[in-house]
T-cell receptor
């Protein structure tokens, strides 16, 4: 199971674009990359999932370079309500019946006014 | 569509007492997870069910923890007896068959053992 490395914390300001990078040097061929967001006193919430290149939804974009050894979650024009912990996970959900998500400590993002 | 429902939201018990948590996953989701989350850490998987079968319980402390998922829908997680170190948030999540890597979480149960 691939291990991920993320910054422990980041600060930014309202209206800015925030990019959180996750390193996963040992990612396997079949592994997908999934990002979650967690607010205090709530369970994590799925944000985005991708395999390669770029994925975009109404919340964020996920950039994955060709070697897939890292990925970047991009949050456009953040607001105070984007203050949360963001988790990056890698794994092979569609193929591995023993698939197990391993969660790190995540990145604590603080948005300032 | 209703999300994952957990109860209770908060529970305070004395050590050595039993406690149980209940989870109702999203309708139609085959996969159900129980996680434990300590302050400042990511969730730690305790057990994963595929329908009513526990397919991964390697991280479940079986001497005091037990879980069941009757009829492949609702699930309960029990601790007996509870220890001080069991204080944590217990999260339930579920995934649909075609999106196993995407888990939908409940709000969790915050357990305090005193």
């Amino acid at each position: 199971l691939a291990k991920t490395t993320q910054p422990i914390s980041m600060d930014s300001y309202e209206g800015q674009e925030v990019n959180i990078t996750c390193s996963h040097n040992n990612i396997a061929t079949n592994d997908y990359i999934t990002w979650y967001q967690q607010f205090p006193s709530q369970g994590p919430r799925f944000i985005i999932q991708g395999y390669k290149t770029k994925v975009t939804n109404e919340v964020a974009s996920l950039f994955i370079p060709a070697d897939r050894k890292s990925s970047t979650l991009s949050l456009p024009r953040v607001s105070l309500s984007d203050t949360a912990v963001y988790y990056c996970l890698v794994g092979d959900p569609p193929m591995d019946s023993n698939y197990q998500l391993i969660w790190g400590a995540g990145t604590k993002l603080i948005i300032k006014p | 569509e209703a999300g994952v429902v957990q109860s209770p939201r908060y529970k305070i018990i004395e050590k050595k007492q039993p406690v149980a948590f209940w989870c109702n996953p999203i309708s139609g989701h085959n996969t159900l997870y129980w996680y434990r989350q300590n302050l400042g850490q990511g969730p730690e998987l305790l057990i994963r069910y595929e329908n009513e079968e526990a397919v991964d319980d390697s991280q479940l402390p079986k001497d005091r923890f037990s879980a069941e998922r009757l009829k492949g829908v609702d699930s309960t997680l029990k601790i007996q007896p509870a220890e001080l170190g069991d204080s944590a948030v217990y999260l339930c999540a579920s995934s649909p068959r075609d999106r196993v890597g995407v888990a939908f979480f409940g709000q969790g149960t915050r357990l305090t053992v005193v």
